[in-house]
């Protein structure tokens, strides 16, 4: 019987400490190895996979969202609709037809449910794309939250369920599945957390990075998810080593750790991921770091025995 | 100058909004012309009162808000008919059915409070109740001037909410009515809680850096805050940073025609005055990047004097 992929989610808390680097590269790693890989970037605010595998999104399916529409003909003005949204989506001035507030419609349905005169119809408009893409050998699915748009977790939720279709229907297509989360501690990082077997945070050793891993690890641990943290940019200041200790003294697993480096910051802006072979920058500082991380989280997953090529 | 109201957003994480958040209330609070309130939206992360600590501990008052809603079950009213799931009652999937016990159960973080249930129930089994979303944190700086923040309750989903909460809760400051400069650091994305953050302001400031992620994700900033159309100018963080980007970057950004507030150089002074959780104008006011901020100041109030 074919075992289910593993699962990891990579996520942070704070901004910009290194969260689609790691993703990325942990993906590329796996695909060098012949393992299945797909990469679901659920970062749909700011999907940035993409950018830094060198590739381009090609044609997006639509994610549609519901608005109600008034039809006036229908309409006695009763204003049932608006009484009970809980959004106050729906202005209701006496003796005319309520007037839709959009930009807080939660999309409930509610009004569309409970209009006596069915005189709410179900219209749609677009909350964002998702996108499925092969890139560099790895599956991308990737969701992109249109702009100007709030709703960032109905994007999530279909990435969730497309990844639901693949995990009950074909587990078999993929060895590894690596999630992409947006920074912060709220919905869209919680449901992708929800799904990982692993999770691994990514941090900085500054105050910022320190504090808001605390906080995303809080989040971890109250989703009973098994961790260990990577500290990007390690050697920023030469606070390494202390600030290391200073996690294993919170009892905090450390996975790894990985040096500032001009080869990741030049190759991340080139678009050709430091550990892709492609890549014209190897066995510098960050390479290294990179590849100790890919051995020990093997040994974690337990994946340590090499997989026959194809 | 009448009262305006900013805010630093980025679209990607990390480029440099809290520390020029930082940098620009000390500015302000050595500014006699300004009266200036500072406050963190990005409720998920806050981290400037890290570098803008309080005067006296004894000071910092913190206030819970109960303004998320969620679903309640009443088990004793049910009649076990699962109406609620064979008619979709919950369009946010957060009710499922428990075939032992025959009846509903609510998925908390996936609930919404939108009164679906509760309405939709004949059997009336469903309330809504607030419950704790978060809180909203004031205290006077060392600075000498009121910062409010908010810090979202773990597992509570509303950011957006929390965050207007927080912008409601500083008009009501004794120093608010005597500010003329609101000044907010913002989350990053362009989702719930930013659309939240720049809603209502006079001026937004763009923080970036010269990286293919920086500019997609700032572009993607400042289409949501066209939608307001809100003023807007650009930053560009570590804008000496060696890349092979920064040629088809800088073409970019001309193109555009965008107002360019300044370029701030990638310079220790930064990272160094982090590490001591101080903005870099106080701990090295000398540097290069400290200059540069020093002359965004101006132009940034050269703008909202024109406003």
Known sequence: MAENPKIICVTGGKGGTGKTLVAVNLAVMFKNENYNVLLIDGDVENPNTFLLLGGELSHGTEVPFFIPKIIEEKCTKCGLCSKNCATHALLHIPDAYPIPMLTVCSGCKLCYKICPEKAIEADSKILGWTYSEEMRGISLSLGELRPSEARSAGIVEVLLEKLDNVLENNPEIYDIIILDTAPGAHCDVELLIGKADLVIPITEPTKFGELDLLRIIELIELMNKEYKVVVNRSSLLGFRDEFLRQLEEKNINILGDIPLDDDIVSSYCQGIPIMDKKCEYKGGEGYNAFEKIFNDLKIWLKMDKPKEGK | ?307
């Not at chain 2, 207007?164 to 990053?188: H, R, T, V, Y």
């Not at chain 2, 930013?194 to 850096?209: C, H, Q, R």
């Open chain 2, 1 to 307: 100058m009448e009262r305006k109201a900013i805010g630093v957003i980025s679209g990607k994480g990390g480029v440099g909004k809290t520390m020029l958040t930082a940098s620009l209330a000390t500015l302000a609070s050595n500014d006699p012309e300004i009266h200036a309130i500072v406050m963190d939206c990005d409720v998920d992360a806050p981290n400037l009162a890290l570098i803008l600590p309080p005067e006296n501990e004894a000071d910092i008052k913190t206030e819970d808000t109960f303004t998320t809603l969620k679903a309640t079950f009443l088990e004793d009213k049910c009649v076990h008919c699962k109406q609620c799931i064979d008619e979709h009652f919950c369009e946010f999937n957060a009710l499922s059915w428990n075939e032992d016990e025959e009846i509903p159960e609510i998925n908390y973080l996936s609930c919404e409070g939108c009164n679906s249930c509760k309405v939709l129930c004949p059997e009336h089994a469903f309330e809504i109740n607030a419950v704790k979303s978060g809180e909203i944190i004031t205290y006077m700086t060392k600075l000498n001037l009121a910062l409010v923040y908010g810090k979202t309750r773990l597992g509570s989903t509303t950011s957006g909410k929390l965050v207007s909460d927080a912008k409601e809760f500083a008009k009501e400051l004794d120093e608010f009515s005597e500010s003329n400069l609101i000044i907010i650091d913002g989350p990053p994305g362009i989702g719930c809680p930013v659309i939240a953050t720049v809603s209502g302001l006079d001026f937004v400031i763009t923080i970036t850096e010269p990286t293919p992620s920086g500019l997609h994700d700032l572009i993607r900033a400042i289409q949501v805050v066209q939608q307001f159309g809100i003023p807007f100018g650009i930053i560009i963080n570590k804008y000496d940073l060696k890349s092979s980007f920064q040629e088809k970057f800088k073409r970019f950004i001309e193109d555009t025609g965008y107002d360019i507030l300044g370029n701030i150089p990638f310079d220790l002074s930064i990272p160094n005055s982090l590490s001591f959780a101080e903005p870099v104008v106080i701990y090295d006011p000398d540097s290069e990047a400290s200059k540069s901020i020093k002359e965004i100041y101006k132009k940034i109030k050269d703008r909202l004097i024109l406003l």
